[in-house]
């Protein structure tokens, strides 16, 4: 944080780095790079190996300090992280997951093959393996697959007075703590001690006398997605975790909620253009492999259009302007229909919109899609009637484009709904099919009438 | 938090609204929608009232009971917001302010009048006014914007059992406070003091011997992204805002920094589909216009692509099967280009992508792109080849189809940057130029090759 613009420094580094790296590559002098490198922060040099081009992330891996690999590792996005580990044997894993927190440790676990796994679990005192194997008994993506189990816990029964000698003995405190939570004998949840009322409330009172009841415990198996609605609500920065029974599991702090707030939302706009990636520099085959996916199910999708204009050939061929303005009529509805559907998405994603309110959105989306249809139904027709010097071409084109617009909003408003019922995600599936609707109905009602009303 | 799934409950909860605020509409009978509004938590409300259509809003908006209305106002989004002060008159404005943390007064003064500014700014006691003042003065968008001026500051040369004592004299600690700031008789900021480390650390040490030395204040003029990049990078729960000759202006907290991140991603997501708005119930004739604007545009390029066909008519009508394939060609440049162009914008919000390693990235995704065509020129060839029994029409819309994605992937990658460095937003810009440029080459790689070979 020394650095006044980060994002300049940054990139300041990058093409240092990646220079360093290159003539360091010829000459073997790599001391240098080295000293850099190990002088950043382990969020710093995850964010530069992300940066970097395959070759020299691999070089600039190697030259970092084995104490350092496990936390760069934890700050790694999930594609990159699983690309450095493949380079490093069990022994390596062990030596640089030495010392991380029980959540950013099961991270990195999760994406390693079970040997592995057992080897690391095999290294740890038995503690901390009985923390780590509990936590990942939890799938990934719910609360307890998020949690931390380095909670500090008191009584309610005993006064501040002596929480306070306790912590002092203790002499740590783990990071992100804002507040102590409080547990019955029997290890149910029943409330948070503040740090701050800690600090401020008299030192006479017990822990059940100043304790915060209002906080909930989080369940377990509680979507990530949910729990990051749950700490912008409250604004919490640390809350606890408990099982079915109320018993207290571990806590999750406000710095991984941020991590699953950026993915969510990354994870959004990434999947809306066919994305699973988020390593820019991954591997031109791996990349080109899972975009081609992508690229099969559109080219499948463009050719249902192709064969829509092909119905209407013996139209194309009487009248060539239909075939120079159709393109029109479906960009229009793709633009539109893409409009309202990444609005219900992202609203939907945002828990703005589900059933209790589709009906009226949709009837609105309707409207906005109808009178934008209509707006731009008279400039097209105009444009084209004068181009083509034919008053029957505008009046169909117009006519095309109020259609496709108006279908194209109650798809983009539906189909979130729809696709998300059957259990598939929106923001994947949604903009195919969308696009697909908005291209077979804007041939099809443009050639369609022009078939109707010119031949 | 004591729902075991939020989303669902909210969408029982909106349900019932609404059908409450309708029933209620007519019979006049509002008490129980009253109680039932305003038993939840601010942020909860907010959200309801985001997800209600217009009528229903304003109706629930005049049954929350005043001082909540200043806690809703700070919870909403902008656009929601603006829209429900509108109703309010200065006075009510006045009141519903009253108590609220001086950086989300600052948010809502944002968005009023001068005249109601001065009204609010009027009612409040000095100190405070000079406060909201000095925040008011930076940019929304910067630290000095995003701060709080509720600062707890220490001297170094004090020890910690003097600051125990002052704190639990003083009674109240403000939210989200993990550290105490260490400054200056002048007020220069020097360092932090955590409440851990004033919880577990001898009484009888300094503060300069216990305070965290290495966090930096930040510049008030640092821009909010990159304030975020600091929190995510060293798990800050609160970091204090300097001017530039280093004397403490306030701080930011975690829970301003989450709203950052969350409306960053958003608005990615959202610019890409030319969209501005984020309330789902905007007025029919507002959001029509808006989306208007955006429909313009891309009907003017569509109007180009269109006049590139034009262009080869004579083509067209000898060889009508290529006005049946020709989209093809176009959209898979559309999606190819489209899937770099968002990879290429999100890399650079994360300041991963940039002038550093600009060129390796275009040349990665330049590969991708020409392996794709490659392959799926091979598919599209035998496909049309087989469809129109001509293999003259195979070949040339599998070159086309080549051309086509290594021209995507170039332009996806490099347009980007191109139009940032012009100091537009690639994400709102980036879109409408890809597309085009796809629908021109593929249409012209398409119909070109075609005149020249198949004639």
């Given at each position: ?16 780095l ?16 080295r ?13 530069l ?9 691999r ?14 590792l ?32 099961v ?23 009985y ?32 929480v ?107 999947s ?35 064969w ?7 139209t ?34 945002l ?9 009226r ?87 369609g ?7």
């Open positions: 944080m020394t650095e006044s613009s980060p994002q300049e420094t940054r990139q300041g580094r990058i093409k240092t990646t220079t360093a790296l290159a003539t360091a590559l010829e000459s073997g002098a790599l001391i240098n790079v000293k850099m490198l190990n002088s950043l922060h382990p969020a710093e040099i995850a964010r190996l992300e940066s970097l081009p395959a070759r020299e992330r070089l600039a891996w190697e030259l970092i300090e084995a104490d350092l690999e496990g936390d760069v934890s700050y790694a996005g999930d594609e990159v992280r699983i690309l450095l580990m493949r380079e490093m044997d069990a022994q390596e894993l062990v030596a640089a997951t030495e010392g991380l927190d029980t959540d950013d440790l991270d990195i676990l999760q994406d390693l093959p079970d040997v592995v796994i057992h080897t690391v679990l095999h290294s740890m005192d038995e503690q901390d393996r923390r780590v194997v509990s936590a990942l008994s939890y799938p990934e993506d719910t609360a307890g697959g998020l949690m931390n189990t380095d909670t500090i816990t008191v009584r309610p029964d005993v006064t501040l007075d002596v306070l000698r306790y912590l002092r003995q203790r002499g740590e405190i783990p990071e992100t703590t804002d507040s102590l939570i409080v547990v019955t004998r029997a290890d149910q949840y029943i409330g948070l001690l503040s740090l701050a009322d800690l600090l401020t409330r008299n030192p006479a009172l017990t822990v059940a006398e100043v304790m915060i009841r209002d906080v909930a415990g989080i369940p377990a198996s509680l979507p990530v997605n949910e729990v990051a609605h749950l700490f912008e609500q409250h604004d919490l920065i640390s809350a606890p975790v408990v099982d079915v029974d109320g018993s207290l599991l571990g806590r999750i702090t406000i710095d991984d909620v941020v991590d699953v707030i950026r993915d969510e939302a990354e994870h959004s706009v990434m809306m253009a066919g994305l699973h990636e988020e390593d820019i520099f991954a591997p031109v085959v791996a990349s080109a492999r899972r975009r081609g996916v992508w690229l099969g199910i559109n080219l499948a999708t463009a050719f249902l259009a192709s829509v204009i092909g119905l209407f050939e013996a194309l061929q009487q009248i060539v302007a239909l075939a120079v303005l159709m393109p029109i009529v479906a960009s229009m509805g793709g633009i539109a229909g893409s409009q309202t559907i990444t609005l219900v998405i992202r609203g939907m994603a828990g703005r919109v589900g059933v209790a309110n589709a009906r959105l949709i009837m609105k989306e309707l409207a906005v899609g109808a009178l934008n249809g209509l707006l731009w139904a008279i400039v097209v027709a105009l444009v084209a009637g004068l181009w083509f010097q034919d008053a029957r071409i505008g009046a169909i084109i117009g006519a095309a484009m109020i259609i496709n617009l108006v279908v194209a909003a109650s798809a983009g408003a539906m189909l979130p709904l729809i696709i998300r019922r059957m259990g598939v995600d929106p923001a994947l599936a949604g903009t195919v099919i969308l696009t697909t609707i908005t291209d077979v109905v804007g041939f099809m009602a443009f050639l009438l022009a078939t109707i009303f010119l031949l």
